[in-house]
């Protein structure tokens, strides 16, 4: 006859990390079976991933091209500061005037196709110029972050 451990003894308890780890475990069941059931969230995803690997990239080309053109640390950080400054309003432009004035006229289905498409187009093309200038860069940028805080 097998000895039943009793409560509380080593055999029997769970530590935290270890419940944390089934915890972790289960989500990420459940994610996957999501997942599964909903290919659209699987295309979000990606799409989400790719959109800002690519906003990383052009932010780091972004304060390279900014490095070069502009030496000088006081110069720089007020272009920056302006720059991020005007980011902020043209978003909240849109956000409170120009966005609410058009979605009852258009499905957000055309607008979710239309910003990456936009996105693409314009990162598109400033691959094709061999020496982009600081404001076609800075311009490429303000869209992605504009579309991103919208």
Known sequence: MKKKPRHGSSNTRKTSTEQEEGHEAGLVKKASALFGRVPVLKALFIEILAGQGLATLLNVLFV???SESLPDDTVRAGWMG???ASINVVAMCLQFGVIP???PHLEPRYLWRFMPMTM??????LCLNENPTLY?????????KVMEFS
Do not use: D, P
């Open 120 to 125: 693409v187009t314009a990162l598109s093309y």
């Open 64 to 66: 390279t091209k900014l």
């Open 136 to 144: 076609l860069i800075s311009g490429c940028f303000m869209l992605f």
């Open 82 to 84: 302006k720059f991020f």
């Open 101 to 103: 004035r058009i979605m």
